[in-house]
């Protein structure tokens, strides 16, 4: 029997995190941080489930997971919900993501979730693995409703990525985290959430790499400068103590002629 939570944001563990405020809408910082702000990108992966192949035809959206990154970090927050989508479910997408007609029957309509989940993509980038297909299912939701639809320039495909990074290679979610070494072996069936968490990890390789998370991101990435204070001079009343001889006495210079002379059979006296 699958679960039925209801849409939400899941936040880190307080002892963990204490967001306290945004900057420009798009960074956060941890909560009594001194730092120096530089920047930082907002950015939102997400994935969807769907009736079939084409919301020009009647086909709807059932799930949508999004995972907030920042900095190309994973910060813990996510939004879920599943959709009723007030038609029948076919067996061949039933068969993909493994949700019935009968378990989204019980779940709210798009119209009752879309302010929380528009207010979640923010103005962020979103991210998606073959964009334009997530993207035309969530604007024709969107239309559905009456609401604007979302602005095709914040859109990132990592299927263009990837054929642009592996010319010639399976650029497939399983394929790529085979590439890279992603942990996919709890993945059963299409989870739009559980997707999106894979597809976050591939998105850091696809655009650079683990390193960017231990702070080599580019500039448009986040950059925390803690402030320190070095000291130039002796504090006031302390003798400074004189520095160190470090080049050999003429004692110690005898001895090592001494030594090396007894050296029989030297290399440098052939």
């Known amino acids: 029997m699958l679960s039925t939570p209801a849409p939400r944001w899941r936040k880190p563990a307080a002892k963990c995190w204490r967001w306290s405020r945004h900057f420009d809408g798009r960074g956060l910082l941890p909560a009594g941080h001194s730092g120096r702000i530089v920047r930082q990108m907002r950015e939102v992966i997400f994935d969807t489930e769907t009736t079939g192949l084409d919301p020009k035809t009647g086909d709807r959206m059932v799930e949508i997971g999004c995972v907030e990154m920042i900095g190309r970090v994973e910060t813990g927050r996510t939004f879920h919900a599943y959709f009723n989508p007030e038609r029948d479910m076919p067996v061949e997408?039933?068969?993909?993501?493994?949700?019935?007609?009968?378990?989204?029957?019980?779940?709210?309509?798009?119209?009752?979730?879309?302010?929380?989940?528009?207010?979640?993509?923010?103005?962020?980038?979103?991210?998606?693995?073959?964009?334009?297909?997530?993207?035309?299912?969530?604007?024709?939701?969107?239309?559905?409703?009456?609401?604007?639809?979302?602005?095709?320039?914040?859109m990132v495909d990592t299927v263009a990525l990837a054929r642009?990074?592996?010319?010639?290679?399976?650029?497939?979610?399983?394929a790529l985290c085979t590439r890279y070494g992603i942990d996919r072996s709890h993945r059963v069936?299409?989870?739009?959430?559980?997707?999106?968490?894979?597809?976050?990890?591939?998105?850091?390789?696809?655009?650079?790499?683990?390193?960017?998370?231990?702070?080599?991101?580019?500039?448009?990435?986040?950059?925390?400068?803690?402030?320190a204070t070095i000291a130039a001079a002796p504090a006031a009343g302390r003798v400074a103590r004189p520095p160190r001889p470090h080049a050999a006495s003429p004692e110690e210079l005898e001895r090592h002629r001494e030594f090396v002379a007894g050296i029989e059979n030297a290399i440098w006296a052939r």
């Open 189 to 227: 069936k299409h989870g739009a959430l559980l997707d999106a968490e894979l597809l976050a990890q591939v998105y850091v390789e696809l655009t650079g790499g683990r390193q960017i998370g231990l702070g080599l991101a580019e500039a448009e990435s986040l950059t925390v400068v803690e402030t």
């Open 164 to 174: 642009k990074k592996h010319p010639g290679a399976k650029n497939s979610l399983d």
């Open 93 to 154: 997408a039933e068969r993909v993501h493994g949700l019935s007609a009968a378990f989204l029957a019980t779940k709210p309509r798009f119209a009752e979730v879309a302010d929380e989940l528009l207010e979640f993509l923010g103005d962020a980038p979103l991210v998606a693995h073959n964009a334009g297909f997530d993207f035309g299912f969530l604007n024709n939701e969107l239309e559905r409703i009456g609401r604007a639809a979302i602005d095709m320039e914040r």
